[in-house]
């Protein structure tokens, strides 16, 4: 069964193909001519934490294909384990997207082989997210090959998914963030083992910028024990990006924050308001990405065949 965890789950191959997908699915939405490859696939969406972006995509794009789209209420894992709730969901149900904080909920959503299970977001990874994001700048670029992405922010899901794309991609990232914030020495040799791109973690902001073709944020982190707000304050405001950070990218370059974000915080409203800004645009690409992994998980199972990818 064909689950989708994270990029690593699926690789490069799959990755591209996913992107390819998506990019016939773009372009039929734009002309109204949606092909009806999810019709009567039914799709369990279980979001207890919100994330208007990621929901409302799911739903538009699956029921835009012909799915039959239903919301799960109440916690992931509470009261009932998710085992059981796998077992039950599978009555019904042809593919269950999770969206919460407990990955490992996840990781065993999955391991019942129940149902395929589509990672919306966890602790560990936003691989849906970072897959629409790259879909954009393949689409300004022409290629993925040689992308440079400057992440500016704390060891977190979104940080994650953009060193494991560089594991598995020709790309080359960098996590830049204060001292004690970065992603855990064991996680990064694991991911650079074997590592098609290239990952690195920079302290030095105005280093890390030199020659890149995206500049990335994400929201400051919540205090640690022992730590207050204005601690976390103190320590990430040199990494505020504006608008003097942006000039510095390439002819091409984009900025790109993750939503939602925090003026005065991780951006200026400056650097918000300029064109190289385009994290609206590419949030576009979200629905037709995550339309396209629905499909192949639906494809996996027999939920859907091959001839109904018209």
Same mark, same amino acid.
């Given at each position: 069964?064909?689950?989708?965890?994270?990029?690593?789950?699926?690789?490069?191959?799959?990755?591209?193909?996913?992107?390819?997908?998506?990019?016939?699915?773009?372009?039929?939405?734009?002309?109204?001519?949606?092909?009806?490859?999810?019709?009567?696939?039914? $799709?369990?969406?279980?979001? &207890?934490?919100?994330?208007?972006?990621?929901? +409302?995509?799911? #739903? /538009?794009? =699956?029921? @835009?294909? %012909?799915?039959?789209?239903?919301?799960?209420?109440?916690?992931?894992?509470?009261?009932?384990?998710?085992?059981?709730?796998?077992?039950?969901?599978?009555?019904?149900?042809?593919?269950?997207?999770?969206?919460?904080?407990?990955?490992?909920?996840?990781?065993?959503?999955?391991?019942?082989?129940?149902?395929?299970?589509?990672?919306?977001?966890?602790?560990?990874?936003?691989?849906?997210?970072?897959?629409?994001?790259?879909?954009?700048?393949?689409?300004?670029?022409?290629?993925?090959?040689?992308?440079?992405?400057?992440?500016?922010?704390?060891?977190?899901?979104?940080?994650?998914?953009?060193?494991?794309?560089?594991?598995?991609?020709?790309?080359?990232? $960098?996590?830049?963030?204060? &001292?004690?914030?970065?992603?855990?020495?064991? +996680?990064?040799? #694991? /991911?650079? =083992?074997? @590592?098609? %791109?290239?990952?690195?973690?920079?302290?030095?902001?105005?280093?890390?910028?030199?020659?890149?073709?995206?500049?990335?944020?994400?929201?400051?982190?919540?205090?640690?024990?022992?730590?207050?707000?204005?601690?976390?304050?103190?320590?990430?405001?040199?990494?505020?990006?504006?608008?003097?950070?942006?000039?510095?990218?390439?002819?091409?370059?984009?900025?790109?924050?993750?939503?939602?974000?925090?003026?005065?915080?991780?951006?200026?409203?400056?650097?918000?308001?300029?064109?190289?800004?385009?994290?609206?645009?590419?949030?576009?690409?979200?629905?037709?990405?995550?339309?396209?992994?629905?499909?192949?998980?639906?494809?996996?199972?027999?939920?859907?065949?091959?001839?109904?990818?018209?």
């Amino acid at each position: 069964m064909l689950h989708f965890l994270s990029l690593r789950d699926w690789g490069a191959a799959r990755a591209v193909e996913t992107l390819d997908r998506a990019d016939v699915l773009s372009a039929l939405w734009r002309d109204d001519r949606m092909p009806q490859s999810l019709a009567g696939v039914r $799709v369990a969406l279980w979001f &207890p934490d919100g994330g208007f972006r990621n929901r +409302l995509a799911f #739903e /538009l794009g =699956a029921q @835009a294909m %012909g799915a039959i789209v239903a919301y799960m209420p109440g916690e992931v894992g509470a009261p009932e384990p998710v085992d059981d709730v796998a077992a039950y969901l599978a009555n019904w149900f042809d593919v269950l997207v999770v969206r919460t904080w407990g990955h490992a909920d996840l990781v065993r959503l999955a391991a019942s082989e129940r149902l395929p299970v589509v990672n919306g977001r966890t602790a560990e990874g936003h691989p849906c997210e970072i897959l629409g994001d790259l879909l954009h700048l393949r689409r300004r670029r022409g290629t993925l090959d040689g992308l440079a992405v400057a992440y500016v922010g704390p060891a977190s899901n979104i940080g994650t998914s953009w060193l494991e794309a560089a594991s598995i991609l020709p790309i080359r990232v $960098v996590q830049v963030c204060p &001292p004690g914030y970065e992603t855990a020495p064991a +996680l990064l040799a #694991e /991911l650079r =083992a074997g @590592a098609a %791109g290239t990952l690195a973690v920079s302290h030095d902001l105005d280093d890390a910028l030199r020659d890149v073709d995206v500049i990335y944020t994400d929201c400051w982190p919540s205090s640690r024990p022992g730590e207050t707000r204005d601690d976390v304050a103190r320590a990430f405001r040199p990494y505020r990006i504006d608008v003097r950070h942006l000039e510095r990218l390439r002819d091409d370059g984009v900025f790109l924050p993750c939503p939602p974000v925090t003026r005065g915080e991780e951006v200026t409203a400056a650097a918000m308001s300029s064109p190289r800004c385009e994290s609206p645009a590419a949030k576009e690409r979200l629905l037709h990405v995550q339309n396209a992994i629905l499909e192949r998980v639906a494809l996996d199972t027999g939920a859907v065949s091959d001839v109904d990818r018209r």
